[in-house]
């Protein structure tokens, strides 16, 4: 299947810091991508849709000032956590859409958020 | 009503059992449909597609009943490796929305 890699995979940061983290699609272009973050024992939460060339659409109660999205090519989008604080402390996943078949979404690794 | 339902479970089945998860969703106009399976503390990955015939995947069969809305997901001869959750993601065609069920929780017991 189609792979979308996801760096990096573990991140531990102090309180009022920010953080970058990059989702790839290696072997196929992506106009959009998508952003979820997912506590422990619970299902994945869309944050929101990161669309290659504009900007992104943002879901009900994600502050999109705090995730700041950038998806400035057809193989990178970039979620930047802001000022981060012990509460986002997470695991962030993105996905890609491979055009090439039926619409299946691939997801990156997933990176781990820890915010002391 | 949640726009894509499962049963979170767990179940727990003995190796060698089978099982059938099923989920149920509200859009009628929803287009594409899959299983994905995720194992603790990592991403889901990609289990199969769900197409209208149905479709077969070495021991994992899925079925589509537009009509009463669902889909479902068969395992037989069940291996401990099978323990993980399984999510149903719904999409609608044109709207690159997907839509994800809450998981269900498999845990295949020795």
């Known amino acids: 299947g189609a792979v979308v890699s996801q760096h990096p995979s573990w991140v531990i940061c102090k309180s009022g810091t920010s953080v970058k983290i990059e989702c790839r699609s290696l072997d196929f272009q992506a106009t959009t991508m998508f952003w979820y973050r997912q506590f422990p024992k619970q299902s994945l939460m869309l944050m929101a849709t990161?669309?290659?060339?504009?900007?992104?659409?943002?879901e009900q109660g994600v502050e999109k000032d705090k995730f700041l999205i950038n998806h400035a090519s057809l193989t990178l989008s970039t979620l930047t956590v802001t000022s981060a604080h012990p509460e986002d402390s997470s695991f962030y996943i993105c996905?890609?859409?491979?055009?090439?078949?039926?619409?299946?979404?691939?997801f990156g690794e997933g990176s781990r958020l820890t915010v002391l | 009503r949640k726009e894509v339902e499962q049963d979170p479970g767990p179940f727990n089945v003995p190796e060698g059992a089978t099982v059938a998860f099923n989920c149920t969703y509200s859009n009628s106009a929803s287009q594409s449909f899959f299983w994905y399976r995720q194992d603790c503390r990592k991403e889901p990955k990609l289990l199969m597609s769900?197409?209208?015939s149905g479709n077969e995947d070495g021991r994992f069969t899925a079925q589509l009943n537009r009509a009463s809305q669902y889909i479902s997901l068969l395992i037989r001869d069940s291996k401990l490796s099978d323990s993980a959750t399984y999510l149903c993601v719904v999409s609608t065609s044109g709207t690159y929305k997907y839509i994800f069920g809450t998981g269900t929780r498999l845990k295949v017991l020795a």
């Open positions: 996905s890609a859409r491979d055009p090439r078949g039926p619409g299946e979404l691939f």
């Open positions: 769900v197409y209208s």
């Open positions: 990161s669309n290659e060339g504009s900007k992104a659409t943002y």
